[in-house]
């Protein structure tokens, strides 16, 4: 029988690996409904935009509760002594224990994207028409010894998490041997200021026992990750009511902006299917946008570690790590992107939200360093968007967002450190 500590060492190599898909997928169906047309100035009927903001909902639905998975898996890391894994490889990219055909990509909302986000939630066993051949990777031998053992291949998200819940369940050590880690940690709906559903719809209860620790991966597989039946609610069977629809409607049919495949902003980040975004206005919003989704990462760190944030920090955070900076300032940013050209070297093609991969320069176990850090992005975005926005009175909502993050600015300068 392995030691406690081995068994530790490989359940959170696996949690590692479910944290990355978590945040790889969340950030693939955010693009996807980003690039969705949002009025009848873009050619759609008033039909045809009602249906497209129901995708736009779901879309951003399912996003949201990959989010939600995403803090259960800290939750589950914090508890058994790890730390939480917020980082990930740059899009485009083939996840190493993935079938070939499935790999992260940025794609605009299309037959395509919608058929790849089918195949990540497919339950267990199940097909239908859009099913296709696994590819797979070579792999060695599996190793069952391996300190961090793994399960060398699955092809689904689900199947990473069927196999954490065995290993839970059959774990012969007792609670207090493996929950090692500090319950002031854990982000639950408490301390998302909602004793409901949560902080923006986020539900997330804490992990601190085995009971606890199943419930959590039980909420993720019955929410289409894992599961060996069909949800109605799941996101399997959300994403596939969608494809259906969308494949059935008429020819020239086309609910999506011409948004770009994997847009980028640093050369150094190029890999095979990314593409820079030549047009120098776009490429500083959507530099923009990459500093505010860092900053957004930064402050959900420091929101699972609590190392010693004073209440007014840590009110500060519980306010504002994901309303308003998701839906005041990602998304809205990140749907700009898909309005603004690429530039001279993609000639009728929009760009798009980067994500490209967190630096994560704002997580440092030091908090005084962490919130100066913090309180310097601010500055710093707020001042970027401003001149951004000086420099295009014709957008709108760049104006908007030049206030906003202004605002919080001035909010995140008045934090005091007790």
Same mark, same amino acid.
């Given at each position: 029988?392995?030691?406690?500590?081995?068994?530790?060492?490989?359940?959170?190599?696996?949690?590692?690996?479910?944290? =990355?898909?978590?945040?790889?997928?969340?950030?693939?169906?955010?693009?996807?409904?980003?690039?969705?047309?949002?009025?009848?100035?873009?050619?759609?009927?008033?039909?045809? &935009?009602?249906?497209?903001?129901?995708?736009?909902?779901?879309?951003?639905?399912?996003?949201?509760?990959?989010?939600?998975?995403? /803090?259960?898996?800290?939750?589950?890391?914090?508890?058994?002594?790890? #730390? *939480?894994?917020?980082?990930?490889?740059?899009?485009?990219?083939?996840?190493?224990?993935? *079938? #070939?055909?499935?790999?992260?990509?940025?794609?605009?909302?299309?037959?395509?994207?919608?058929?790849?986000?089918?195949?990540?939630?497919?339950?267990?066993?199940?097909?239908?028409?859009?099913?296709?051949?696994?590819?797979?990777?070579?792999?060695?031998?599996?190793?069952?010894?391996?300190?961090?053992?793994?399960?060398?291949?699955?092809?689904?998200?689900?199947?990473?998490?069927?196999?954490?819940?065995?290993?839970?369940? $059959?774990?012969?050590?007792?609670?207090?041997?493996?929950?090692?880690?500090?319950?002031?940690?854990?982000?639950?709906?408490?301390?998302?200021?909602?004793?409901?559903?949560?902080?923006?719809?986020?539900?997330?209860?804490?992990?601190?026992?085995?009971?606890?620790?199943?419930?959590?991966?039980?909420?993720?597989?019955? =929410?289409?990750?894992? $599961?060996?039946?069909?949800? *109605?609610?799941?996101?399997?069977?959300?994403?596939?009511?969608?494809?259906?629809? &969308?494949? $059935?409607?008429?020819?020239?049919?086309?609910?999506?902006?011409?948004?770009?495949?994997?847009?980028?902003?640093? *050369?150094?980040?190029?890999?095979?299917?990314? !593409?820079?975004?030549?047009?120098?206005?776009?490429?500083?919003?959507?530099?923009?946008?990459?500093?505010?989704? =860092?900053?957004?990462?930064?402050? &959900?760190?420091?929101?699972?570690? !609590?190392?010693?944030?004073?209440? =007014?920090?840590?009110?500060?955070?519980?306010?504002? #790590?994901?309303?308003?900076?998701?839906? +005041?300032?990602?998304?809205?940013?990140?749907?700009?992107?898909?309005?603004?050209?690429?530039?001279?070297?993609?000639? /009728?093609?929009?760009?798009?939200?980067?994500?490209?991969?967190?630096?994560?320069?704002?997580?440092?176990?030091?908090?005084?360093?962490?919130?100066?850090?913090?309180?310097?992005?601010?500055?710093?975005?707020?001042?970027?968007? +401003?001149?951004?926005?000086?420099?295009?009175?014709?957008?709108?909502?760049? !104006?908007?967002?030049?206030?906003?993050?202004?605002?919080?600015?001035?909010?995140? !300068?008045?934090?005091?450190?007790?």
């Amino acid at each position: 029988m392995a030691s406690v500590g081995r068994f530790r060492e490989q359940m959170l190599t696996c949690l590692t690996v479910g944290a =990355e898909l978590e945040h790889a997928l969340c950030c693939q169906y955010l693009f996807a409904a980003f690039s969705l047309k949002k009025s009848v100035q873009e050619d759609l009927s008033w039909a045809d &935009l009602e249906t497209v903001r129901e995708w736009t909902a779901a879309l951003l639905l399912v996003a949201r509760q990959e989010m939600e998975h995403l /803090g259960y898996v800290c939750n589950l890391m914090t508890a058994l002594g790890g #730390t *939480p894994h917020l980082e990930r490889a740059s899009f485009p990219y083939a996840q190493g224990y993935w *079938p #070939t055909h499935l790999r992260f990509e940025l794609k605009p909302f299309s037959v395509e994207s919608l058929t790849r986000f089918v195949e990540y939630e497919r339950p267990q066993g199940v097909r239908d028409e859009f099913s296709r051949p696994v590819e797979r990777f070579p792999h060695p031998p599996s190793a069952s010894q391996r300190f961090t053992e793994m399960p060398m291949e699955f092809e689904a998200v689900g199947d990473i998490y069927a196999h954490i819940q065995r290993r839970l369940e $059959s774990c012969p050590y007792d609670d207090e041997a493996l929950f090692v880690g500090p319950r002031r940690a854990q982000i639950d709906n408490e301390l998302l200021g909602n004793d409901r559903r949560g902080y923006a719809g986020v539900n997330v209860n804490p992990v601190v026992d085995r009971t606890s620790a199943l419930a959590a991966v039980g909420q993720i597989i019955e =929410e289409g990750e894992g $599961s060996t039946t069909v949800c *109605p609610t799941g996101h399997y069977q959300i994403f596939l009511d969608i494809l259906r629809d &969308l494949v $059935s409607r008429p020819a020239g049919f086309s609910p999506a902006r011409p948004v770009a495949d994997n847009p980028c902003v640093r *050369p150094a980040a190029l890999a095979g299917g990314a !593409q820079v975004i030549s047009d120098p206005f776009t490429s500083r919003v959507a530099d923009l946008f990459d500093g505010c989704y =860092e900053l957004m990462l930064g402050m &959900l760190y420091r929101f699972s570690i !609590q190392s010693e944030e004073s209440p =007014e920090e840590m009110a500060f955070l519980q306010r504002m #790590t994901f309303f308003p900076m998701m839906t +005041q300032i990602i998304r809205p940013l990140g749907e700009l992107l898909t309005e603004l050209p690429m530039g001279p070297d993609h000639p /009728g093609l929009n760009a798009g939200p980067t994500f490209e991969r967190p630096r994560m320069a704002l997580v440092s176990s030091h908090r005084l360093g962490a919130w100066t850090m913090i309180r310097e992005r601010f500055q710093d975005l707020s001042h970027s968007c +401003q001149k951004l926005a000086d420099r295009r009175s014709d957008l709108e909502r760049l !104006q908007l967002l030049a206030q906003v993050l202004k605002r919080l600015s001035m909010l995140c !300068q008045g934090v005091r450190a007790c």
